[in-house]
């Protein structure tokens, strides 16, 4: 039993400590996801985001759902190699099938020539609703653990 939760929690993206994360920011986040609404954590480096979007997901897992906790610059560079010749061309159909995607060091992707281009009006224009109960829109430099909970 401990070989398959091990198992699901790595095909969840979290491995070492992260598999063990436990936190009362976490925990809300959970109970957040669990309602259908979405969240996002943003601040300083090294103040417990990562870890605290390990716990909810842990949790989500832990309870017999699908999630996971990805790098947001990571799942955009696949994203993009889609739209090239030999790139993955599903890639963001299979993160949209996950019902808790948690997307870590959101809005810290490397500038390309498309975002260059785009600008700051290609990102989402609505606001999102961050854990500490404000509202702010992202810029395309503000670190952020922002999660999606998908029908």
């Known amino acids: 039993m401990a070989k398959i939760r091990a198992s699901k929690l790595r095909a969840a993206g979290l491995v070492g400590e992260y598999a063990r994360a436990d936190c009362e ?3 809300r986040l959970y109970e957040v996801a669990k309602s259908g609404v979405g969240a996002c954590v943003h601040g300083e480096s090294g103040r417990g985001k990562t870890y ?6 842990r949790m989500w897992v832990d309870s017999g759902w699908k999630a996971r ?6 799942l955009m560079e696949e994203i993009y190699a889609g739209f090239e010749r030999d790139g993955d061309k599903h890639a963001l159909d299979r993160a949209c099938r996950i019902p808790l995607l948690a997307l870590d ?6 500038p390309t ?3 260059i281009e ?6 989402p224009s609505s606001p999102a ?4 109960g404000c509202s702010r829109t992202h810029g395309a430099r503000s670190p952020a653990s922002a999660w999606h909970r998908g029908s």
């Open 113 to 115: 020539e498309t975002a």
């Open 118 to 123: 785009s600008g700051p009006g290609s990102l």
């Open 52 to 57: 605290a979007a390990s716990c909810a997901v």
């Open 25 to 27: 920011l976490g925990h």
């Open 129 to 132: 609703t961050c854990e500490s």
């Open 105 to 110: 060091d959101f809005g810290m992707e490397r």
């Open 69 to 74: 906790l990805v790098s947001a610059p990571r």
